[in-house]
């Protein structure tokens, strides 16, 4: 007996290895940045190198906000410089948050925030710079009188669609022509009155992309911009068409893959009021269904719901029968409220874009 005890001390000791706690990308209730974006930007310091050399823009950070809502395995995933990474990583791990919860419980949670880098306020703009600015995005035809004058013709939106011809402050230009699709402005045109400016253009073009196609069009690989500008120098035309970022998601859908934004898109009056909007159906309450639909949808440039659809529904193993109509009834009923919700849209670089967001409808009986 004391040898059988003897060997047992002597046999290795094996320690079974626990899972690792799971990271979420979508939660039931986000992450709070405690005192906001604006603090976070406070906390970030402008490097000295970065400002001499004119360098800005937005930089991604992200990182993982455990349970306690401390932040960890911070990286840079996207920025224009590395002279501002640092500065950026720094500030963020100095963040605290409050923690994101699934099923009542805190949870780690993926999480990219953007940080900005300015050095002054952009000079003012002649109508076709202001145009270009803005190729891609929602037109605002307030902002845009108020920007570059008052329009020669047009300005009449019927659904958010229509041409509207502005003049320029540049004496070059003759006139700009602005289409405009379900308020996303797509396309700009502009005469000029004065060929050798166009052909100035032209050649700074060709200097800095490289020689077009041969109808004159500069492809967005060409530019690094996602647009398209065909010049032609016969007819005194150069024309800007919105089109994919080249630089963004093949798809042009922001918030998956590893894609940041800006400002991720802000559901109006919350998911409180989203909830409120919901209706419970009959069937459900009378089987005594319930549980949490995750819902998932693009926000459009207009903050509008597109492609919606159930990503991750009601437990259906113990369901049968009715009980299964009724479960389909509640997946219905949350992608019915999605669709009547209304977003603040996102945004990249100021521009308006299509992000994939998802958000939980609950279903619970007293």
């Given at each position: 007996m004391r040898l059988l005890a003897t060997?047992?001390?002597l046999l290795p000791t094996v320690v079974l290895a626990q899972d690792a706690p799971q990271?979420?990308?979508?939660?039931?209730?986000e992450p709070e940045l405690i005192g906001g974006i604006a603090g976070l930007q406070r906390r970030v310091t402008y490097p000295e190198m970065a400002r001499r050399a004119g360098i800005e823009g937005t930089v991604y950070i992200q990182f993982v906000v455990d349970e306690t809502g401390a932040v960890s395995q911070a990286v840079c995933a996207r920025s224009p410089n590395e002279l501002l990474c640092e500065s950026s990583l720094r500030a963020v791990r100095e963040s605290?948050?409050?923690?994101?919860?699934q099923e009542g419980q805190p949870v780690k949670v993926r999480f990219t925030l953007p940080i900005r880098y300015t050095l002054g306020a952009p000079a003012p703009s002649s109508a076709l710079q202001y145009a270009m600015e803005?190729?891609?995005t929602t037109w605002n035809p307030v902002a845009a009188t108020r920007a570059i004058g008052e329009p020669r013709s047009g300005g009449e939106f019927?659904?958010?669609?229509?041409t509207v011809l502005y003049p320029d402050s540049d004496p070059a230009i003759e006139s700009v022509s602005v289409w405009v699709d379900g308020w996303r402005l797509l396309r700009a045109e502009a005469t000029f009155a004065d060929l050798d400016a166009l052909r100035q253009r032209y050649d700074a073009m060709v200097e800095a992309s490289g020689e077009p196609a041969d109808n004159g069009t500069f492809s967005p690989q060409q530019l690094g911009e996602p647009m398209r500008v065909t010049v032609d120098l016969a007819r005194g035309r150069f024309l800007a068409e919105a089109t994919a970022d080249p630089n963004g998601p093949?798809?042009?859908?922001y918030g998956v893959d590893g894609w940041p934004l800006d400002t991720e898109p802000v559901l109006e009056g919350g998911i409180a009021r989203l909830q409120s909007n919901v209706q419970y159906p009959s069937l459900a309450?009378?089987?005594?269904?319930?549980?949490?639909?995750?819902?998932?949808?693009v926000v459009d440039e207009n903050g509008l719901p597109t492609d919606v659809r159930v990503a991750n529904g009601i437990?259906?193993?113990?369901?049968?029968?009715?009980?299964l109509d009724a479960a389909r009834q509640l997946e219905e009923a949350a992608m019915q409220a999605v669709r009547r919700a209304r977003f603040t849209p996102g945004r990249v670089d100021g521009r308006a874009v299509r992000v994939l967001f998802t958000v939980p409808i609950r279903f619970r009986l007293n």
């Amino acid at each position: 007996m004391r040898l059988l005890a003897t060997l047992l001390l002597l046999l290795p000791t094996v320690v079974l290895a626990q899972d690792a706690p799971q990271i979420f990308e979508v939660v039931e209730q986000e992450p709070e940045l405690i005192g906001g974006i604006a603090g976070l930007q406070r906390r970030v310091t402008y490097p000295e190198m970065a400002r001499r050399a004119g360098i800005e823009g937005t930089v991604y950070i992200q990182f993982v906000v455990d349970e306690t809502g401390a932040v960890s395995q911070a990286v840079c995933a996207r920025s224009p410089n590395e002279l501002l990474c640092e500065s950026s990583l720094r500030a963020v791990r100095e963040s605290q948050f409050r923690p994101g919860y699934q099923e009542g419980q805190p949870v780690k949670v993926r999480f990219t925030l953007p940080i900005r880098y300015t050095l002054g306020a952009p000079a003012p703009s002649s109508a076709l710079q202001y145009a270009m600015e803005r190729l891609g995005t929602t037109w605002n035809p307030v902002a845009a009188t108020r920007a570059i004058g008052e329009p020669r013709s047009g300005g009449e939106f019927k659904a958010g669609t229509g041409t509207v011809l502005y003049p320029d402050s540049d004496p070059a230009i003759e006139s700009v022509s602005v289409w405009v699709d379900g308020w996303r402005l797509l396309r700009a045109e502009a005469t000029f009155a004065d060929l050798d400016a166009l052909r100035q253009r032209y050649d700074a073009m060709v200097e800095a992309s490289g020689e077009p196609a041969d109808n004159g069009t500069f492809s967005p690989q060409q530019l690094g911009e996602p647009m398209r500008v065909t010049v032609d120098l016969a007819r005194g035309r150069f024309l800007a068409e919105a089109t994919a970022d080249p630089n963004g998601p093949p798809d042009g859908i922001y918030g998956v893959d590893g894609w940041p934004l800006d400002t991720e898109p802000v559901l109006e009056g919350g998911i409180a009021r989203l909830q409120s909007n919901v209706q419970y159906p009959s069937l459900a309450r009378m089987t005594g269904v319930q549980g949490t639909v995750f819902v998932q949808f693009v926000v459009d440039e207009n903050g509008l719901p597109t492609d919606v659809r159930v990503a991750n529904g009601i437990d259906r193993d113990a369901l049968n029968g009715s009980k299964l109509d009724a479960a389909r009834q509640l997946e219905e009923a949350a992608m019915q409220a999605v669709r009547r919700a209304r977003f603040t849209p996102g945004r990249v670089d100021g521009r308006a874009v299509r992000v994939l967001f998802t958000v939980p409808i609950r279903f619970r009986l007293n």
